[in-house]
């Protein structure tokens, strides 16, 4: 806050005032140091980010974003969903979370982007940094005026680690991802520019832990400073997040994702709550305390509307889904929604009066 300028009288009394030569001075001086930081305070004001910050937010995601289903429908209908390409679903259906497993191949010596080995291999965007160029692509065509995209990255290994099991590493084109999850981080920083990521670093800022951050209120930057940008977290609760987090250290310095942390946790700044109905208080509880909630519509059941509705009340600030289209297979027309056409709207519970609807991201 800037402090108050001095009043024209006020400075009309200071210059008429009899006071000796030098003691007329200092006044004047410091009178003048005063007006001089006024003004530039004034003007930092201006040019300050405007708008919501980020947790002030709700938008739509996506479960498993790549997703195509190539199987038969009978045989395994869990895994009968299917999505447009990435830049189709940012562009034309609103979404503004994606959601992509990776895994590192033996053969290829890359990340790739699929489900599960053999089983369901479907993808509209096979190697990792392709899909990134996609997104990265279609922000561009966008001029930079979108609401950042978080982009929540979950590495698997587990045929890899059943073929190490039976002996047999080998038999599977997959590597074990352990000693290389920080790799994740090179092959996103060779895609994606250091300056449109919202990295751990930033929201931390000057405080000692980014959970410290965070519960201020302050930490997440405000829209207008974040359009055109992508956070990325690290999806993953287990081995993967210890190694990235450097084990007990909980240190994320120096790191393109977020982690998917519990409250308490040092690095806790998103939460993985994926049932909105059973997991109702603690989500209540984690955007209360400024986290970015990341949790879903619905699940392999098929359309939950009621699921999806208490999603949207409790706050929770990405709301992923299988439904970003009407699923041809399905024939009702069923569409997960923010309730309408826009991509984005204010946080029902955490937004302030002062978030503007109209002024987030057009339709």
């Not at 498993?64 to 447009?84: K, V």
């Not at 065509?141 to 979950?154: A, D, M, R, W």
């Not at 209120?217 to 287990?238: E, S």
């Not at 208080?281 to 059941?301: G, P, Q, S, Y």
Request: hydrophobic share 45%; proline share 7%.
């Amino acid at each position: 806050m800037c402090p108050p300028a001095p009043s024209g009288i006020l400075l009309a009394m200071v210059s008429a005032h009899p006071i000796a030569g030098r003691a007329r001075r200092g006044r004047l001086i410091a009178l003048a140091a005063t007006l001089a930081a006024v003004t530039a305070c004034a003007a930092d004001d201006a040019s300050a980010p405007a708008g919501p910050r980020l947790d002030e937010l709700q938008a739509k995601g996506t479960h498993n974003s790549y997703h195509t289903f190539e199987g038969d429908r009978a045989l395994i209908p869990e895994l009968d969903y299917r999505f447009d390409p990435l830049a189709t679903q940012l562009g034309e259906q609103g979404v503004r979370q994606l959601e992509l497993d990776v895994h590192l191949q033996r053969s290829s010596g890359v990340f790739e982007v699929y489900h599960v080995p053999l089983v369901d291999e479907g993808t509209t965007c096979r190697r990792f940094t392709d899909c990134l160029g996609q997104i990265l692509a279609w922000s561009d065509s966008q001029g930079g005026g979108h609401v950042p995209v978080f982009v929540f990255i979950e590495p698997k290994d587990d045929a890899a680690q059943v073929a190490a099991e039976l002996d047999n590493p080998d038999g599977v084109d997959e590597l074990l991802l352990a000693g290389h999850v920080a790799e994740i981080d090179d092959a996103i920083l060779a895609v994606i520019p250091r300056d449109r990521l919202i990295t751990p670093d930033d929201v931390r800022g000057d405080h000692a832990t980014l959970a410290e951050a965070v519960a201020t209120g302050a930490a997440w930057p405000r829209l207008d400073a974040a359009r055109g940008r992508f956070a990325f977290v690290l999806l993953d609760q287990a081995s993967a997040r210890e190694e990235y987090r450097r084990g007990d250290a909980h240190d994320l310095s120096g790191r393109v994702m977020f982690v998917a942390g519990e409250p308490g946790d040092p690095d806790a700044a998103v939460a993985i709550l994926d049932d909105p109905v059973r997991d109702a208080d603690a989500i209540a509880a984690a955007v209360a305390a400024h986290l970015i909630v990341r949790t879903r519509a619905d699940a392999e059941e098929g359309p939950e509307p009621a699921r999806a509705a208490a999603a949207m009340a409790l706050g929770a600030h990405f709301i992923s889904t299988d439904y970003a289209r009407p699923d041809p297979d399905r024939g009702d027309g069923y569409v997960f929604d923010l309730g309408g056409a826009a991509p984005v709207r204010c946080n029902p519970i955490s937004a302030t009066a002062a978030c503007d609807a109209a002024a987030l991201e057009a339709p």
